[in-house]
């Protein structure tokens, strides 16, 4: 009898537990993708981490004595072309990326004087160059008396139609490898006379690119096929997933294709420096 007492007062108070851990002021409902102390909805299904806690693998350490053969190559990067899309995603285009880490000092960017990365901005100079100041007067209508009003104007970034690129294109002997470096990234802006009519473009600074890997590995790329897909514009760079022509090469009058050629000539004369410098491995190797 008294077993069977003590089972029973077991039992109760194991029930009782349940009842008391199945309160609903004791219950935590979460759902996927929020969390119970959250201030903001998430506008996701998770919270993505990975392009936040991802760590840039550094480049593979190059001796000088196993650069076999080396060619310096500037390239156009046009952002109108189907492939190039991305870089003019109208909620974080690649230029917006660039100007405000500039901007806060994350990166270091450098004067246009050459291309050498000789002269280093501060944040207040670049600032300067994403904005411009234009003087309006205006009349009252009553007293005909004219004031005048500075109106600051911010650097478009639809304005930003293209990118100078320039990289170096190295066989290792160590490896036994064509390699590819890009050393810099120059956004290139329009400029307009007062009738709107276009000028000409002019790259607006330098931007180091090794210097830049880490910021730029924490900047998600638009993915077309797979918007999950933690594409960065690290990853992007160095798998080379963008379309672009030759616009110069190292060559001993300093001379850019389009300063001796011209129409299908430059195009055909770009398109042969890439050839050389496919062919240039593959006849290295004998069968």
Known sequence: MKIALKLMGLLLLFFAGQAIAQQPGNIILTESGTSPNAEQPLDDIVEKKLTVEKRVLPYDHIREADIFWEKRIWRVIDVREKMNLPFAYPERPLFTILMESAESGEITVYSVEDDKFTVPLTPDEVASMGSSQDTIATVDPETYEETFQIVVN??????????RLKEIWFFDEESSTMQVRILGIAPLIEERDDNDNFKYERPMFWVYYPGSREMLAREKVFNVGNDNSPITWEDLFEMRFFSSYIYKESNVFDRR???????????????????????????LWTY
């Open 257 to 283: 294709l389009e300063d001796y050629l011209s129409g299908i000539d430059l195009l055909m004369e770009a398109d042969k420096i890439q050839k050389d410098i496919f062919n240039f491995e593959q006849d």
């Open 154 to 163: 911010d650097v478009n970034p639809e304005d930003v139609k293209r990118f």
